[in-house]
């Protein structure tokens, strides 16, 4: 393998890092509002419900699938906390696209994520080790992917720090078009189906908590990732905490739709460093292969 495709490999781990990076959910934690049945309120006051509980959560277990473009499709399945920084453990494994051809090529059809506070590990193939000095980890500090061009080290750092397990609800709070579409079961769960359609440009946070700051942020983090429109689903238990979300849109790389199932919450989540002898830095790996860390641009290559 060749140091250009270590280092193509290693940028496209770091897209599925900030596509799974938001892929968490709520918890049984919630406050006395909490754990009235959601199905006799209004749509908006559903979404603020769940909203904080989600604020109040802690950990769960997650699972979903995402799809972008003829770019990559993938699964990912684990564990995340979020009480004190974004951190957990999945596996992610590519089934399809040009992504998922790339990381056979690197023997890396599946691989171990771990989120921290302040970067993000990958597991990689033996393979890709002997191309690295023998190391199997990457090391992305979030402060080193901000640094990549085209906008899209930005948009990888805001997803994998700073997105809250709740940022659909925001969404469709922010957006003021929310609307209740039917009561469904979701994994042998009752639960109340909420429907919006989010325009990037209109986007007013009348309807949602969200502060001036906050909606200039999440405008911008779209906007990075070239999303105009998105529609966004997400079903709520009559304890007020997230089952299932759906959301698709328009991407600058294509047509993008994220599902995630979320169960077992407050389930205890470790998630550590892996050890520093076996872990090779992302800014070190791109300059190895003559590579200033400012070509990000090419990342979905």
Same mark, same amino acid.
């Given at each position: 393998? %060749?140091?250009?495709? !270590?280092?193509?490999?290693?940028?496209?781990?770091?897209?599925?890092?900030?596509?799974?990076?938001?892929?968490?959910?709520?918890? #049984?934690?919630?406050?006395?509002?909490?754990?009235?049945?959601?199905?006799? @309120?209004?749509? *908006?006051?559903?979404?603020?419900?769940?909203?904080?509980?989600?604020?109040?959560?802690?950990?769960?277990?997650?699972?979903?699938?995402?799809?972008?473009?003829?770019?990559?499709?993938?699964?990912?399945?684990?564990?995340?906390?979020?009480?004190?920084?974004?951190?957990?453990? *999945?596996?992610?494994?590519?089934?399809?696209? %040009?992504?998922?051809?790339?990381?056979?090529?690197?023997?890396?059809?599946?691989?171990?994520?771990?989120?921290?506070?302040?970067?993000?590990?990958?597991?990689?193939?033996? #393979?890709?080790?002997?191309?690295?000095?023998?190391?199997?980890?990457?090391?992305?500090?979030? /402060? /080193?992917?901000?640094?990549?061009?085209?906008?899209? $080290?930005?948009?990888?750092?805001?997803?994998? #720090?700073?997105?809250?397990?709740?940022?659909?609800?925001? @969404?469709?709070?922010?957006?003021?078009?929310?609307?209740?579409?039917? =009561?469904?079961?979701?994994?042998?769960?009752?639960?109340?189906?909420?429907?919006?359609?989010?325009?990037?440009?209109?986007?007013?946070?009348?309807?949602?908590? *969200?502060?001036?700051?906050?909606?200039?942020? @999440?405008?911008?983090?779209?906007?990075?990732?070239?999303?105009?429109? =998105?529609?966004?689903?997400?079903?709520?238990?009559?304890?007020?905490?997230?089952?299932?979300?759906?959301?698709?849109? #328009?991407?600058?790389?294509? !047509?993008?739709?994220?599902?995630?199932?979320?169960?077992?919450?407050?389930?205890?989540?470790?998630?550590? !460093?892996?050890?520093?002898?076996?872990?090779?830095?992302?800014?070190? *790996?791109?300059?190895?292969?003559?590579?200033?860390?400012?070509?990000?641009? $090419?990342?979905?290559?």
């Amino acid at each position: 393998m %060749k140091s250009t495709t !270590a280092r193509q490999v290693a940028l496209s781990v770091a897209l599925v890092a900030a596509l799974t990076g938001v892929a968490a959910c709520g918890s #049984q934690k919630a406050d006395k509002a909490v754990g009235k049945s959601v199905t006799h @309120l209004t749509p *908006l006051a559903a979404l603020r419900s769940a909203e904080k509980s989600t604020d109040k959560a802690e950990s769960a277990k997650v699972r979903s699938s995402t799809t972008l473009g003829d770019t990559m499709s993938m699964t990912a399945n684990g564990a995340l906390t979020w009480g004190d920084g974004l951190k957990g453990n *999945l596996t992610i494994t590519y089934t399809g696209g %040009k992504l998922a051809e790339a990381m056979r090529k690197a023997g890396t059809a599946s691989m171990q994520a771990r989120y921290l506070p302040d970067a993000y590990y990958a597991k990689m193939s033996e #393979q890709f080790a002997q191309q690295s000095g023998g190391k199997h980890w990457i090391r992305y500090a979030y /402060d /080193d992917l901000a640094k990549l061009g085209g906008g899209s $080290g930005a948009y990888m750092k805001d997803q994998m #720090q700073n997105t809250t397990p709740n940022q659909s609800v925001k @969404l469709l709070l922010a957006s003021g078009d929310v609307k209740k579409a039917g =009561e469904e079961t979701v994994s042998g769960v009752h639960t109340t189906h909420y429907s919006g359609t989010v325009d990037v440009a209109d986007l007013a946070g009348k309807n949602g908590n *969200l502060s001036a700051g906050q909606l200039a942020d @999440l405008k911008k983090q779209l906007s990075q990732a070239g999303v105009t429109t =998105e529609t966004v689903d997400i079903w709520i238990n009559d304890q007020s905490l997230l089952v299932k979300k759906v959301e698709k849109a #328009q991407m600058a790389t294509g !047509a993008m739709t994220s599902t995630a199932y979320y169960s077992d919450y407050g389930v205890q989540v470790t998630a550590v !460093a892996p050890p520093a002898s076996d872990t090779k830095d992302f800014k070190d *790996l791109m300059k190895s292969s003559g590579a200033g860390s400012s070509s990000g641009s $090419g990342i979905s290559s």
